[in-house]
């Protein structure tokens, strides 16, 4: 069993900065690839930024320059910061890794999710 929290959600001005963090523990050996998700009212799940085992990132257009990923993976943490925020950042966002068991075995995970609300 793999257990993801997420913290760091909340309400802020927009230009303002939030700081998300997502703790793993479980049934882990090694994660590949953590990252942070985010669904707005009446929209699909995005990508917001992904890091692999190996320090590899990738970011929505939307968030470059802005927002940073990074992990700890002695603490098999995740965090996303979050700066210069705009209203069109509001969403819930989600926590997701994805371990790599065997050759033909890849499991995924989802945090519950957390609010970032950010107003004009």
């Known amino acids: 069993q793999v257990q993801l929290v997420e913290s760091g959600g909340g309400l802020v001005q927009a230009g303002g900065s939030l700081r998300l963090s997502c703790v793993t523990s479980?049934?882990?050996?090694?994660?590949?690839?953590m990252g942070w998700y985010r669904q707005a009212p009446g929209k699909q799940r995005e990508l917001v930024a992904r890091?692999?085992?190996?320090?590899?990132?990738n970011y929505a257009d939307s968030v470059k320059g802005r927002f940073t990923i990074s992990r700890n993976n002695a603490k098999n943490t995740v965090y996303l910061e979050m700066n210069s925020l705009k209203p069109e950042d509001t969403a819930v966002y989600y926590c997701?890794?994805?371990?790599?068991?065997?050759?033909?075995?890849?499991?995924?995970?989802w945090g519950q999710g957390t609010q970032v609300t950010v107003s004009s």
């Open positions: 997701h890794i994805l371990i790599v068991r065997s050759v033909s075995r890849r499991d995924d995970y």
């Open positions: 479980g049934n882990i050996f090694s994660i590949d690839a």
């Open positions: 890091i692999t085992n190996g320090g590899s990132t």
